[in-house]
């Protein structure tokens, strides 16, 4: 019996040590994942076959290639002509049943615009601009628009936007109400194509908006649109839709509200061209504000000296004439957590740029400056050769000197240093600092040339990366324009076709029909060199009107 344990340990350990062999094989293998799917779900049959004529079917079966799922299909699914009982969408698997509980128009086009309901289960790949067509008669509306969407101030390619017609009998009753039944969506090249249309005349425009309920709505929506109706009796191309932000019509605060330091913000819903404020209650308080707006003069941000009041009515005024009143509650004994602290008027390097003055920044209006908690060195020795100027900005002061290139600067606010209008001092901070070398710097010289249209104003723009306007010049005629030390990046030049003269971009209005002023990018990118003086020819374009 002794010697039959070994035998039976043996006959048992074997398969299990096996077993656990396989599974920490199993274990250690690392899982291999697949190229991420971008494809969404492919149609393999439709009962009845699209394109369908002499239509007589309830129901609509579609079958895909793999599971997928519906997204407010009562939002974006459209069917043109509309329906006033709304079809029934139901999924069956990889299958989609659409059950029609209305009836259908004789000899009729029917298109269903699936927008952009249909996406994959995993990765939620939308099947976009998917339409089904069928005709309750012998004959299907052929008949295409096609086209491109641009945005009117950058001048570039606009995917993702919804392209629509309303006939124009129904533009007025539709356009703003309801969304539109004859819709696509732009590809990433800002192409778009409206298909199977019949022949009708129709508006035509284009929405970019920030809720996708395809209805111009939304102040901060883009909106494009062709000045004259489209008589479609054959097929078109080339038509051109330039996106802009509408200015409301109405101005109102759009924001308002006491921030955690106590600063009123208020934000408007368009920009103003000449604003100011006036506190009506408490009126004693009135002289006391300060009010600063900002350069797109959409935002005001107003500060009290006092804070000893329940409650604020504030009038904003448009060229001294009240547009508007708000009235903002606050607890009397409310308190506000403020920090006085500061930013400085140099780039993202620490560095200066030679010849300018450092600017001191604080985030609330300073009342006064105690030089003696000041200190300012150069190469770790004191100077106190420099003066501090108030700016115009009243949390801002400018500190002058002459400073050295090779020099590295510390700049020390020790406690004290700057007391705001609240009475507030700040802690002990500062900065370290170098002065940019000159050579870092550029000179553009612009040859500009006007079209021989004479009488006309075009505002001349430079901008730093395609992004921030550096500075605008109003020119009339053929002109020179100097841009002295810019530093070495890129850069781009934008026309504004400034049709009234009054120095600035008009947008648009649908309701009145009013195209926004042309906008024109030059497509030439501008790379400045270190140390390099450039001349570069500007030759503004004819402008070129929507149709």
């Known amino acids: 019996m002794l010697n039959q344990k070994p035998v039976f340990f043996l006959k048992n350990f074997i398969p299990v040590l096996c077993f656990l062999l396989i599974c920490g094989c199993a274990a250690m293998q690392k899982p291999q994942g697949g190229p991420r799917d971008l494809t969404p779900p492919k149609l393999l049959k439709a009962t009845p076959e699209d394109q369908t004529r002499n239509f007589k079917a309830k129901q609509i079966q579609l079958d895909f290639d793999e599971y997928f799922k519906l997204s407010n299909q009562y939002q974006e699914i459209s069917i043109s002509p509309a329906q006033e009982k709304q079809p029934e969408y139901k999924i069956s698997k990889k299958s989609l049943i659409i059950d029609f509980k209305d009836t259908l128009l004789k000899n009729t086009t029917y298109v269903i615009n699936f927008g952009k309901a249909i996406a994959d289960v995993n990765e939620s790949n939308v099947l976009k601009n998917f339409t089904y067509v069928f005709s309750t008669g012998p004959h299907i509306d052929s008949l295409s628009l096609s086209g491109n969407v641009i945005n009117s101030i950058t001048g570039l390619k606009e995917k993702e936007a919804t392209v629509f017609l309303f006939p124009l009998k129904e533009d007025s009753l539709l356009f703003g109400k309801k969304k539109p ?34 209805i ?15 008589k479609v009796d054959k097929d078109s191309s080339n038509i051109l839709l330039k996106l802009f932000k509408q200015v409301p019509e109405n101005f109102r605060v759009a924001e308002k509200k006491f921030t955690q330091d106590g600063k009123l913000s208020l934000v408007f819903n368009r920009p103003v061209q000449k604003p100011s404020l006036k506190v009506l209650y408490p009126a004693e308080l009135d002289n006391q504000k300060i009010v600063e707006f900002t350069k797109t003069k959409d935002t005001a941000v107003v500060y009290m000296r006092s804070m000893a009041f329940d409650s604020l009515s504030v009038a904003i005024l448009d060229n001294n004439k009240p547009i508007d009143t708000i009235y903002q509650n606050k607890g009397k004994n409310e308190t506000f957590q403020r920090t006085l602290f500061f930013s400085f008027g140099i780039n993202k390097n620490d560095k200066l740029k030679p010849g300018t003055d450092l600017g001191i920044i604080a985030n609330f209006p300073l009342e006064s400056f105690d030089q003696s908690q000041i200190q300012l060195l150069e190469d770790s020795i004191p100077v106190t050769t420099y003066t501090l100027q108030k700016d115009t900005l009243l949390r801002r002061y400018n500190m002058k000197y002459r400073w050295r290139v090779n020099s590295k600067y510390q700049l020390v606010l020790n406690d004290g240093a700057f007391t705001d209008i609240y009475g507030d001092k700040n802690k002990k901070g500062g900065k370290n600092f170098t002065v940019d070398k000159p050579e870092n710097y550029s000179q553009l010289t612009l040859k500009v040339s006007v079209p021989a249209d004479t009488g006309k104003a075009y505002i001349v723009e430079i901008l730093e990366e395609g992004k921030n306007v550096l500075r605008s010049d109003i020119v009339t005629k053929n002109t020179t324009l100097v841009y002295k030390n810019y530093l070495t990046t890129k850069y781009t030049l934008r026309v504004v076709y400034d049709a009234n003269k009054n120095g600035r971009w008009d947008s648009g209005n649908v309701r009145r029909r009013e195209q926004p002023e042309t906008i024109w990018v030059s497509p030439k990118e501008l790379v400045l060199r270190a140390n390099w003086e450039a001349e570069e020819p500007l030759e503004i374009p004819k402008e070129q009107t929507n149709p």
């Open 181 to 214: 039944a004859i819709f696509t969506t732009t590809d990433t090249a800002g192409n778009f194509s409206l298909n199977n249309l019949a022949e009708n005349t129709y508006r035509i425009y284009a929405l970019k908006e920030s809720s996708p309920d395809k």
């Open 216 to 230: 111009f709505n939304n102040d901060n929506d883009l909106i494009a649109f062709a000045k004259n109706p489209v």
